[in-house]
């Protein structure tokens, strides 16, 4: 028999249905028929239609993610980390989107974490009722030494997670930034974060599936608060990864080949520049771009922030 419970307080059920009834996330909607009765292609169309309007749905909330980004990235500068904390398939969201940021970026894992309720075992499986433990999730961030230079980033499909709200509630009272992605206007993260980001993208197409498009929305939007700061951060130059780390011998070619068609130069030379910067793209494009030696080189980023273009302009 499952343990599948149900509460037992009527008033409290009451309470629950009426809060549900109100969520675009949870509506029904009888406008498509009957799904198990469509054929497959019919099925694809009418899913891809449904994923179109998410994109829309996130470009109406710009300049929301701006200021995020912005926050953010004044926040890295001063040594401060962002943190994702969710419940389950938002929680997974966060946590794919901080383990991306180490071979993409070169970032120690310290700089963006993913906390998920339920702990380690939650990005696979289910763990009941972590999403309702409103402290967990203040515990964890104190586990971690959060401080008013992190940012914290609660992700919720319904936007009223107790986990979330309260994670949010306790980061913004250390002075942390505060940033909220749900899906659903007037949510509770809203309300306890100072950045709220309402990505409303309608009824599910299978009501209540909020992995669905409210999980796309979800990752488009992490997408952008990571990408657009480690921009500003001076991790890419001109459009391409410089700070990636090569772990496999795919990204040891795209470091090669990334260095080739930025510096206009042979695969040997390309290798042999890396080599002497210690695998180092960003350092093996300076000491190309400008002569300098690789000692300099460092040093001309170290004073620019690891920014190229600016350490480029600096040793020419």
Do not use: W
């Amino acid at each position: 028999m499952p343990n599948n419970p149900v509460p037992n307080d009527s008033s409290r059920l009451a309470e629950l249905l009426g809060v549900l009834s109100q969520l675009d996330t949870e509506a029904a909607t009888t406008e498509r028929g009957d799904l198990d009765l469509q054929g497959t292609v019919e099925l694809v169309h009418r899913m891809n239609a449904e994923d179109q309007r998410v994109p829309v749905a996130v470009a109406e909330r710009a300049d929301e993610i701006a200021r995020a980004v912005d926050g953010i990235t004044e926040r890295f500068r001063r040594g401060g980390r962002l943190i994702y904390i969710g419940a389950g398939t938002a929680g997974r969201i966060g946590v794919l989107d901080a383990s991306e940021c180490p071979p993409t970026f070169g970032t120690d894992p310290s700089m963006v974490v993913g906390i998920i309720a339920g702990g380690e075992t939650a990005i696979r499986s289910a763990v009941e009722n972590a999403e309702d433990d409103a402290d967990a999730a203040e515990a964890s961030l104190r586990e971690i030494e959060l401080t008013e230079s992190d940012t914290v980033v609660g992700i919720s499909a319904s936007g009223r997670t107790p986990y979330v709200v309260g994670g949010l509630r306790y980061a913004r009272g250390i002075g942390a930034l505060t940033v909220a992605i749900a899906s659903n206007r007037g949510s509770d993260i809203g309300a306890a974060a100072e950045i709220p980001i309402e990505v409303v993208t309608g009824p599910e197409f299978i009501s209540g599936s909020t992995r669905l498009k409210s999980g796309t929305a979800q990752k488009l939007v992490v997408n952008m608060l990571t990408t657009l700061s480690m921009i500003k951060l001076g991790k890419t130059y001109r459009g391409v990864m410089v700070d990636l780390l090569a772990t496999n011998e795919k990204l040891h070619a795209r470091s090669i080949r990334t260095v080739t068609e930025i510096a206009g130069v042979g695969v040997d030379e390309a290798a042999d520049a890396l080599r002497a910067a210690g695998g180092s793209v960003k350092l093996a494009l300076l000491t190309l771009a400008t002569g300098a030696d690789v000692e300099r080189s460092k040093d001309a980023l170290a004073q620019t922030g690891g920014i190229l273009r600016e350490a480029i302009a600096a040793l020419s």
